[in-house]
């Protein structure tokens, strides 16, 4: 696999697109992280890692409307990849949807969103954007 936070990616759409209420995917320290903020900010239920022999895993309980049954997030894209990083500054912050939307940034202090990377004053590298 040439790009796991792709395939991480992917995966989580599909759980969507199927209307899952639970997917698993492999660990890794920044899928961890990524699930994190989509926790904090309201796009998945719940996370948890499971630790196995062969590997660990993230199980995700994904989020639904209660009464429309529409998934929490509508769009979930790749903006970084190992072939073209795409790195911004404090100046350059993208804003999603009109700021409605999220920016998984990758800097150095760790994976944050585009809302807190401005608060701290540091750039970085944009992983995906969520919406």
Same mark, same amino acid.
């Given at each position: #696999?040439? =790009?796991?936070?792709?395939?991480? /990616?992917?995966?989580? &759409?599909?759980?969507?697109?199927?209307?899952?209420?639970?997917?698993?995917?492999?660990?890794?320290? #920044?899928? /961890? +992280? %990524?699930?994190?903020?989509?926790?904090?900010?309201?796009? *998945?239920?719940?996370?948890? /890692?499971?630790?196995? @022999?062969?590997?660990?895993?993230?199980?995700?309980? /994904?989020?639904?409307?209660?009464?429309? @049954?529409?998934?929490?997030?509508?769009?979930? %894209?790749? !903006?970084?990849?190992?072939?073209? &990083?795409?790195?911004?500054?404090? =100046?350059? #912050?993208?804003? *999603?949807?009109?700021?409605?939307?999220?920016? !998984?940034?990758?800097?150095?202090?760790? #994976?944050?969103?585009?809302? +807190?990377?401005?608060?701290?004053? !540091?750039?970085?590298?944009? %992983?995906?954007?969520?919406?």
């Amino acid at each position: #696999m040439t =790009d796991p936070i792709a395939d991480y /990616l992917t995966r989580v &759409r599909n759980a969507y697109l199927a209307g899952h209420k639970v997917v698993e995917v492999p660990a890794s320290k #920044m899928k /961890l +992280e %990524i699930t994190r903020i989509l926790h904090e900010k309201g796009y *998945v239920l719940s996370y948890k /890692l499971i630790e196995g @022999k062969p590997s660990n895993t993230i199980k995700i309980a /994904l989020k639904y409307h209660p009464d429309t @049954k529409k998934a929490a997030i509508k769009k979930i %894209i790749r !903006v970084s990849t190992p072939g073209l &990083r795409k790195y911004v500054g404090v =100046d350059e #912050m993208p804003r *999603v949807l009109n700021g409605l939307g999220v920016a !998984v940034l990758s800097t150095s202090k760790g #994976m944050i969103t585009d809302k +807190e990377a401005k608060d701290l004053n !540091v750039g970085g590298e944009v %992983i995906c954007y969520v919406y």
